[in-house]
Nanobody, 123 residues
């Protein structure tokens, strides 16, 4: 499975942004997908995950209520819609997929990774 993340950019605090993760190959519609982010000098951290059919999602407290993950399996694409962005959301955002259909928060449990897209939030 190849993953291509896109949609990053430079926005002001309080703005919204939608990231996309397009997949090719494999049986993507049966995989769970997660978004992770990595700020300069920091560890890669979990941001959101969705199960195989989109019926279950999970978020850490840091983004809960602001970020929404959803998927369109007819387009082999997963989205991360981000509202009320803060400067601390600045990072490279990576999408990842794992063959287990249930959500996961552990980075090493994911089998496939995209190259990342940079989100910069100015104050």
């Amino acid at each position: 499975v190849q993953l291509q993340a896109s949609g990053g950019g430079l926005v002001r605090a309080g703005a919204s942004l939608r990231l996309s993760c397009a997949a090719s190959g494999g049986t993507f519609s049966s995989y769970s997908v997660g978004w992770f982010r990595q700020a300069p000098g920091k560890e890669r951290e979990f941001v959101a995950a969705v199960n195989w059919d989109g019926g279950f999602t999970y978020y850490p407290d840091s983004v809960k209520g602001r970020f929404t993950i959803f998927r369109d399996n007819t387009k082999n694409t997963v989205y991360l819609h981000m509202n009320s962005l803060k400067p601390e959301d600045t990072a490279v955002y990576h999408c990842a997929a794992r063959t287990s259909g249930v959500v996961g928060t552990v980075r090493d449990s994911y089998d496939y990774w995209g190259q990342g897209t940079l989100v910069t939030v100015s104050s």
